[in-house]
């Protein structure tokens, strides 16, 4: 059976058949009654046809078995979910930390708690913006305000920082939704285990 070649141009999708020419026919026929959800069948059969796509953009369209195209495909999900989680956090600067007659100030609560590390810090910050300012709706913007009304350094990653003090290995936070609220463990490490006992 001869060869043939076959060219289709679908939306932004290019796809180009070659292989035995009963074969591209059936392909082609498949194709006008099924969709091109059908190529994927064939593709699996490990038939002697060839499939090219090119600018594929849609996820539910057929995967290319070009390793190259794989590849491109594969970096651009991984921008984009860099895209995703380069939060750059903002100041509030209408939160007011400095206290009140009848609430202590970040900077007193900060001095009495003692926190050492970065996951223990946010667990602080979050636990004062709780419960010493009754903030309803915390986010990642008002623990970075925390940090530089302490003056001290922030996380390189503040985002990862919260997913870290969220995390089962911590449970100090909960997190949904962009919005941020101390769980029972991290209430308890805060009222109970801050400051850390010398040799603990």
Request: with cysteine; hydrophobic share 30%.
């Amino acid at each position: 059976m001869s060869e043939m070649q076959l060219k289709l141009i679908i939306g932004n999708v290019e796809i180009n058949l070659q292989g035995e020419g009963a074969l591209v026919h059936t392909i082609l026929n498949e194709l006008r009654n099924e969709g091109l959800g059908q190529l994927a069948l064939f593709r699996d059969k490990k038939t002697s046809a060839e499939f090219n796509f090119d600018n594929e953009e849609d996820d539910n369209l057929p995967k290319t078995s070009d390793p190259t195209a794989a590849e491109d495909t594969q970096a651009k999900q991984k921008n984009r979910k860099k895209r995703n989680v380069s939060v750059k956090p903002q100041l509030i600067k209408e939160l007011d930390l400095r206290g009140t007659d009848e609430k202590t100030s970040l900077r007193n609560f900060f001095m009495e708690k003692q926190p050492s590390t970065n996951i223990q810090r946010t667990t602080v910050f979050v636990y004062y913006l709780q419960y010493k300012l009754n903030i309803p709706n915390i986010t990642i913007d008002h623990v970075f305000t925390c940090y530089k009304e302490m003056g001290i350094r922030e996380p390189e990653n503040l985002v990862q920082n919260i997913s870290d003090t969220a995390s089962s290995r911590y449970g100090y936070i909960d997190r949904q939704g962009g919005k941020l609220t101390m769980s029972v463990k991290g209430r308890n490490f805060v009222e109970h285990d801050l400051p850390e006992k010398e040799g603990k």
